[in-house]
C-alpha cells in the first residue's frame, strides 16, 4: 500500500495547478454566498490561487490598488493523492478514481473559501473585514471552517470518500465470526 504513496504524490504535485482551478472555481461561490459579493477575479499563478477583491487598498502615497488574497491550494488539496494511493492499493478502476477525486473538489474548495474569508476578516483588520462582510458571529465561524478546512477534510475527507467507495473491498478485508469458543 506505502508503495503507492510517492508516485501519487509526486502525480498530484504535477498535476496540482490544473486540479486546483475547479475547487478554486467552487471556493469563489461560496466567498459570495457567505460574505458580500467582494471577489472581481480569480489568478491562477503556477501553485497559487489569487483572489482580486474590489476591497481597495490605499497606499502610504495615495494611490489605492485592488487587494488581492493569495491562496495555496496546495494544503486542501493533498487529499486527492492519499485517496488515489487508497485506490490503487485497493486495486480500483481508474474511472472510480476519477469520480473519486471529482467528489473531493468541494472539501477542497471549502478549505480555500475559509482560508480567503479568515485573511480578509481576520489578519487583514477590522476595516477590510467590515467591508468584506465578515464581522461579528461569522467571523469566528469562518476561522472555525477555516481549521475545519486546513486539518480535517484534507486527511478525513480521502478516507471516507474511500470507504465508500470501496465498501465491498473492506468487507472483504473482515472476517466473519468463527463461531467457536475461545480455547
Do not use: K
Not at 78 to 93: C, D, I, K, T, V
Not at 102 to 120: C, E, R
Amino acid at each position: 500500500m506505502l508503495a503507492w504513496l510517492a508516485p501519487c504524490l509526486a502525480a498530484w504535485y504535477w498535476i496540482a495547478p490544473w486540479l486546483a482551478r475547479p475547487a478554486a472555481w467552487l471556493a469563489q461561490g461560496i466567498v459570495g454566498a457567505c460574505a458580500n459579493p467582494i471577489v472581481d477575479a480569480l489568478e491562477f499563478h503556477g501553485r497559487t490561487v489569487v483572489f482580486v477583491t474590489s476591497i481597495g487598498i490605499r497606499q502610504p502615497g495615495g494611490a489605492v490598488g485592488a487587494m488581492l488574497v493569495e491562496v495555496n491550494p496546495l494544503l486542501y488539496s493533498y487529499g486527492a493523492a492519499l485517496f488515489a494511493e487508497l485506490m490503487l492499493a485497493s486495486r480500483a478502476r481508474a474511472w472510480t478514481i476519477v469520480a473519486g477525486i471529482a467528489l473531493l473538489v468541494p472539501f477542497q474548495a471549502w478549505g480555500i473559501a475559509f482560508d480567503f474569508l479568515v485573511d480578509v476578516g481576520v489578519r487583514s483588520g477590522p476595516e477590510v473585514a467590515s467591508r468584506a462582510g465578515v464581522a461579528g458571529a461569522f467571523r469566528e465561524f469562518a476561522a472555525l471552517a477555516y481549521q475545519i478546512g486546513a486539518l480535517v477534510f484534507p486527511a478525513l475527507a480521502p478516507i471516507v470518500v474511500w470507504a465508500a467507495i470501496q465498501r465491498r473491498f473492506i468487507a472483504s478485508l473482515v472476517r466473519p465470526a468463527s463461531g467457536r469458543a475461545p480455547a
